[in-house]
């Protein structure tokens, strides 16, 4: 049984940061590129972050370039270090898998993330 399970979300004033992690159990993750989105309340779904799990290339949304870092460790997790938080970053935010194509395919639970002003 393939899982992801995110956690680190929280409360947090403009300015603070946050980690998220996502955990993967069930299957080696090392050879899939995996990403975070995000969803805010009335809104869609969004790229944030992307990182291929071999070469460790990454690739951010324009909204959170600079403030927000990617990055993965040697086993098979992953995390989103999120910095200079501002209120519009608050939505509950999800981790993904490229598993069995192009597509992401496999999907967290997902984590709130608020930011207060």
């Known amino acids: 049984q393939v899982q992801l399970v995110e956690s680190g979300g929280g409360l947090v004033q403009a300015g603070g940061s946050l980690r998220l992690s996502c955990t993967a159990s069930?299957?080696?993750?090392?050879?899939?590129?995996m990403g975070w989105f995000r969803q805010a309340p009335g809104k869609e779904r969004e790229f944030v972050a992307a990182?291929?799990?071999?070469?460790?290339?990454t690739s951010y949304a324009d909204s959170v370039k600079g403030r927000f870092t990617i990055s993965r460790d040697n086993g098979n997790t992953m995390y989103l270090q999120m910095n200079s938080l501002k209120p519009e970053d608050t939505a509950v935010y999800y981790c993904?898998?490229?598993?069995?194509?192009?597509?992401?395919?496999?999907w967290g639970q997902g984590t709130q993330v608020t930011v207060s002003s």
């Open positions: 993904a898998a490229k598993v069995l194509g192009s597509a992401y395919d496999y």
């Open positions: 069930g299957r080696t993750f090392r050879r899939y590129p």
């Open positions: 990182i291929t799990w071999s070469s460790g290339d």
